[in-house]
């Protein structure tokens, strides 16, 4: 069963620091999504991204978050430099189409660290 | 997005069926109600979804209200591997994003 795939599982970077977090998400999905969970906390939508664009952020993607698809498999989530407030759980999801009847597959998550 | 409520947590018996209730009495017209869990240390998970109409599929059954606002999840028999937080979301037609609240922390006995 096909399924979307995140690397690195876990990331430490200090504080200040740039880092990438990359997700392959399932083969023929056209929407794309990051998610983020602090520890103890609920999952909270960061970004979708559809047509290599974004089609909606919420308001913790600010100017130090972006979102890339650099070939036609992987899809990023960069953070500039990073804050201690960014360790968390990042989930990538993808789905077929963005519709409200339409389900999303998430990915296994990446474990950000940031001291 | 229009608000769901569940419960806490729940705890049901290995081998037992498991009623998870969800309420959304502000639910619109348009709104789909998914269901998704997320097992301890994993992403979130589908389970299942519907509109109007009771769903079942492999891993679950949907039982909703004929006044839509109320929906029921139903694990048939549940295992130790069905031991998860349970998330009811109301999806508007147009939205694009998964809005999560606590949900219900499922706990099997074995």
């Known amino acids: 069963e096909p399924e979307v795939t995140q690397t690195p599982s876990h990331q430490v970077t200090q504080m200040g620091q740039e880092v990438i977090l990359r997700c392959v998400p399932i083969s023929n999905h056209l929407y794309f999504y990051w998610y983020r969970q602090i520890l103890g906390q609920k999952v909270e939508f960061l970004v979708s991204f559809y047509n290599n664009e974004i089609s909606e952020k919420s308001e913790i993607f600010d100017d130090q978050f972006s979102v890339e698809r650099p070939d036609g498999s992987n899809f990023t989530l960069k953070i500039r430099s990073t804050k201690l407030e960014d360790s968390a759980m990042y989930f990538c999801?993808?789905?077929?189409?963005?519709?409200?009847?339409?389900?999303?597959?998430f990915g296994p998550g990446t474990r950000l660290t940031v001291t | 997005d229009a608000k769901t409520t569940q419960p806490n947590s729940m705890e049901s018996n290995e081998e037992e069926p498991v009623h998870l209730p969800c309420n959304h009495s502000t639910i619109s017209g348009t709104d789909y109600i998914h269901w998704y869990r997320q097992l301890p240390s994993q992403g979130p998970e589908y389970v299942i979804h519907g509109l109007t109409s009771n769903v079942n599929n492999r891993m679950a059954s949907l039982a909703i209200a004929e006044d839509r606002k109320s929906s029921t999840l139903i694990l048939h028999r549940a295992t130790l591997r069905d031991a998860a937080v349970y998330y009811c979301i109301l999806r508007r037609f147009g939205n694009e994003k998964l809005t999560f609240g606590t949900g219900t922390r499922l706990t099997i006995i074995p």
């Open positions: 999801a993808s789905s077929v189409n963005g519709d409200a009847s339409d389900e999303q597959y």
